[in-house]
């Protein structure tokens, strides 16, 4: 897909900052999903956009934790290779105070960082201010 006023191509990517909820000593890990994914991160980009609280708040992405189910599939661009494949994503329980004070919430400005890193590897050659 080309963006028609500038001629740039538009790749749609997906990357998350998970916590190992069993695990979070583990820290924060960046999970980039495969292109065969994209059906279910486009529906779980939708359920974390629209999480409500019981109290009817608008939730943060972070407040729930989620099962994720991966399965080994069939690499269409490799012949006899396999590639892990997002087959299911479920809401679980709200993360504990606990949880999110000692791990999750000392944790987002590294978070904030790294996407903007990730974000800042593209240029925009040609364009002048």
């Excluded at 006023?5 to 998970?18: C, F, P, R």
């Excluded at 065969?36 to 409500?52: E, G």
Aim: aromatic share 8%; glycine share 4%.
């Amino acid at each position: 897909m080309f963006n028609p006023e500038t001629g740039n191509e538009i790749k749609e990517l997906y990357i998350y900052a998970v916590m190992l909820a069993d695990h979070p000593e583990a820290g924060i890990l960046l999970f980039n999903p495969s292109v065969s994914s994209m059906k279910i991160c486009k529906t779980w980009n939708t359920q974390l956009c629209s999480q409500l609280l019981s109290n009817g708040a608008q939730a943060p992405i972070f407040a729930y934790k989620w099962n994720l189910a991966c399965d080994l599939v069939d690499n269409p661009a490799k012949k006899g290779a396999k590639m892990a494949k997002l087959v299911k994503v479920q809401k679980s329980s709200l993360i504990s105070k606990d949880l999110f004070s000692t791990y999750v919430q000392p944790a987002l400005p590294r978070i904030q960082q790294s996407m903007l890193a990730i974000t800042d590897g593209r240029t925009d050659e040609g364009n002048e201010d």
